[in-house]
């Protein structure tokens, strides 16, 4: 979810088997290419005048131009992407098999990061780009943080 000049945008990938799909996330196809020029052009119209977009729009863009038969795979490449621009030196692994590593059921968060939840989580506030039209957004991409607020978003989201 992005900010746009009438409020959020949401920016979707579309998927071959529809998004209710009973399959691993590994094996689940992207639907065609035209989302990316759709994305690419929301996230230039929204951001454009933004302070820091300048500074980041020339990868995205290549990372917009690249294709894409996964969502496991553009899921990847966004979140190394956007841990490199945050200056994140984080690792993962993949896995065929679902672990529950959870002591309690009831902490299980996968389901709080789910576009629908996005109010549940508490909000980091800095100056974005349409605030003064349409007041604060929570909880947007990434992205938003980083048009933003450049270098410094890494320091708001570790207060």
Known sequence: MIAGANGIISLSVPLQEGRNQKTMIKDVRIAGLQWQAQHWKSIMTSYNKSPWFEFYKDELKLLYSKSFHFLLDWNIACFEWSAQKL???LTFSLTDNLQNNQQNETEDFRNKV?????????AVRYRQVFEDKIGFLPNL???????CEGKNAIALLRK
Do not use: A, I
Not at 141 to 147: P, Q
């Open 87 to 89: 200056k994140l030196p």
């Open 114 to 122: 789910l576009p629908k939840n996005y109010l549940s989580f508490d």
């Open 141 to 147: 991409s990434v992205l938003d943080l980083l048009f």
